[in-house]
């Protein structure tokens, strides 16, 4: 098959640019092998571009047609420690909820996918049906962990001190919640236990042959409960006039679709909501400021019962 050229979209070339090896490949030694990358998994699994290619933060998605004229998505992403193990995850869920894994190269973080519609999410769903397909997901892709992935229980004990300076920026009473969090989490319980999809929020469904579909996973060994807190922090501008009400809403609607214990998924959305804006504090980003004070009010909401 003769090779052929695919036009990376300058946006995400900016994206990606500039960014330290995480662990191995730094964003612009990345950017000048992709068009390697995409040629040789074209040539691999005997594939045609069929569209312009799409774009996450981490990873291009370009419409291919198989040798059968079927219609797929060649994905090809930046290696990082979080998508190391998507592939096995797919694998795992064999399109019962998450998009149907055709072919993998683990080595070059590519992958072949079936198609689904990238025009169709749920951002513009309306907000309770939206929580509920999530809810509905999370259930569906519960199953027993994968022993290569990262443990939940690791993460909290990696974060469970709060002691970074950027913390300083984050209410006192916030950092003591979260902290508390954490030990009664883990206390007498495998939060380890379950494969989960940590990233699961409204532009990661797209609609499919089988319904609302579950894409891009960060997955872990954990509980489903740690899944919860991505559905509340997107969409936040629907948010911000009553942001209490609002989560409450979410967390309802979700944990009762997905059979999840609601006061664990409040109290892990507390810990990760924390963590992101210690991250944001963090920084150094005159442009996460407005990242940091949408957390800290994500955290007022979720310390407030109804």
Not at 67 to 91: C, I, M, T, Y
Request: hydrophobic share 45%; proline share 7%; charged share 25%.
């Amino acid at each position: 098959m003769a090779r052929v050229s695919v036009e990376i979209p300058e946006e995400f070339r900016r994206l990606v640019a500039g960014r330290p090896p995480e662990p191995d490949v730094a964003g612009d030694d990345w950017l000048r092998s992709l068009p390697t990358l995409i040629g040789d998994a074209l040539a691999r699994w005997a594939l045609t571009p069929a569209g312009t290619a799409r774009f996450g933060y981490c990873a291009l998605v370009l419409p291919v047609r198989r040798e059968d004229g079927s219609a797929a998505a060649l994905k090809v992403g930046w290696p990082h420690p979080e998508s190391r193990h998507e592939h096995l995850a797919l694998r795992a869920w064999d399109g019962h909820g998450a998009a149907h894994l055709l072919a993998a190269d683990p080595a070059t973080s590519t992958m072949l996918l079936e198609f689904l519609e990238p025009d169709r999410d749920l951002e513009e769903e309306d907000i309770e049906q939206a929580c509920v397909t999530i809810g509905t997901l999370l259930a569906r892709l519960d199953r027993p962990a994968l022993p290569q992935l990262d443990r939940l229980s690791d993460w909290a004990g990696l974060h469970r001190r709060f002691d970074s300076p950027a913390a300083a920026a984050i209410p006192r009473r916030f950092l003591q919640q979260a902290r508390s969090g954490i030990d009664g989490l883990l206390e007498g319980v495998d939060v380890d236990a379950r494969l989960v999809h940590t990233d699961l929020h409204y532009e990661n469904v797209l609609a499919g042959p089988r319904g609302w579909t579950a894409i891009d996973p960060k997955p872990m060994a954990a509980e489903p409960a740690f899944g919860v807190w991505p559905a509340l922090h997107n969409r936040w501008e629907e948010a911000a006039a009553h942001p209490a009400w609002e989560v409450h809403c979410r967390l309802g609607w979700i944990c009762e679709a997905a059979g999840i214990d609601e006061d664990r998924a409040r109290a892990w959305a507390l810990v990760r909501t924390v963590v992101d804006a210690i991250d944001a504090a963090s920084s150094g980003d005159a442009g996460n400021s407005d990242l940091l004070t949408a957390r800290i009010t994500l955290a007022k909401a979720l310390a407030q019962r109804f």
